[in-house]
């Protein structure tokens, strides 16, 4: 019998998925909105919880060295390494956006951000392998991608907007699979 609770506590803590349902009313609500402003910018970005979504909004502003808004999870550790793929429903216009890994809480140490297209306002499910995540340096590409061992030291994950421009935009999530 012990062997047997053993085995079923191991199955449930080996999962196959995980998913970020912004639907449910809670998955979203420690995510944060980011602009530059922290660096003298002057974008706008807005974020809101609906029954079936996480919405995200704003204008991007060239101003004063500007150009980018962010939305973002708390820092924890996310523990993907288990992981080769992830899944979203999305649907977004104007200017578009990227889906962001961090590895650091410092603003200065690279990132892996992976573009995504912009679907003219209509719903899109996409799948990503994550290894086509490339590193970025404050948002000029290098040359290194996505790996095992930098999924194990991933403690944030977000999407900002993917083009230095002077803009609006709309991004709405449904949900975020890792599989």
């Given at each position: 019998m012990k062997i047997l609770t053993s085995s079923l506590l191991l199955i449930l803590m080996i999962s196959s998925t995980q998913k970020i349902d912004f639907g449910n009313g809670k998955d979203g609500q420690s995510w944060q909105v980011v602009n530059d402003g922290v660096m003298g910018g002057r974008s706008q970005g807005s974020k809101m919880l609906t029954e079936n979504s996480m919405v995200f909004w704003g204008e991007v502003s060239l101003e004063n060295n500007g150009g980018f808004s962010s939305?973002?999870?708390?820092?924890?550790?996310k523990q993907l390494s288990q992981f080769e793929k992830v899944s979203l429903r999305y649907r977004s216009k104007g200017i578009s956006l990227a889906m962001t890994f961090s590895v650091s809480n410092r603003w200065y140490v690279p990132n892996y951000k992976f573009s995504l297209a912009?679907?003219?306002?209509?719903?899109?499910?996409?799948?990503?392998?994550l290894n086509q995540f490339r590193?970025?340096?404050?948002?000029?590409?290098?040359?290194?991608?996505l790996d095992q061992e930098v999924l194990k030291k991933v403690i944030r994950m977000g999407f900002i907007t993917?083009?230095?421009?002077?803009?609006?935009?709309?991004?709405?999530?449904?949900?975020i699979e890792f599989v």
């Amino acid at each position: 019998m012990k062997i047997l609770t053993s085995s079923l506590l191991l199955i449930l803590m080996i999962s196959s998925t995980q998913k970020i349902d912004f639907g449910n009313g809670k998955d979203g609500q420690s995510w944060q909105v980011v602009n530059d402003g922290v660096m003298g910018g002057r974008s706008q970005g807005s974020k809101m919880l609906t029954e079936n979504s996480m919405v995200f909004w704003g204008e991007v502003s060239l101003e004063n060295n500007g150009g980018f808004s962010s939305l973002r999870s708390n820092f924890s550790s996310k523990q993907l390494s288990q992981f080769e793929k992830v899944s979203l429903r999305y649907r977004s216009k104007g200017i578009s956006l990227a889906m962001t890994f961090s590895v650091s809480n410092r603003w200065y140490v690279p990132n892996y951000k992976f573009s995504l297209a912009s679907t003219g306002g209509e719903w899109s499910m996409i799948t990503i392998n994550l290894n086509q995540f490339r590193k970025h340096y404050i948002g000029k590409p290098m040359n290194e991608m996505l790996d095992q061992e930098v999924l194990k030291k991933v403690i944030r994950m977000g999407f900002i907007t993917d083009e230095k421009k002077y803009g609006s935009f709309e991004f709405e999530v449904d949900y975020i699979e890792f599989v």
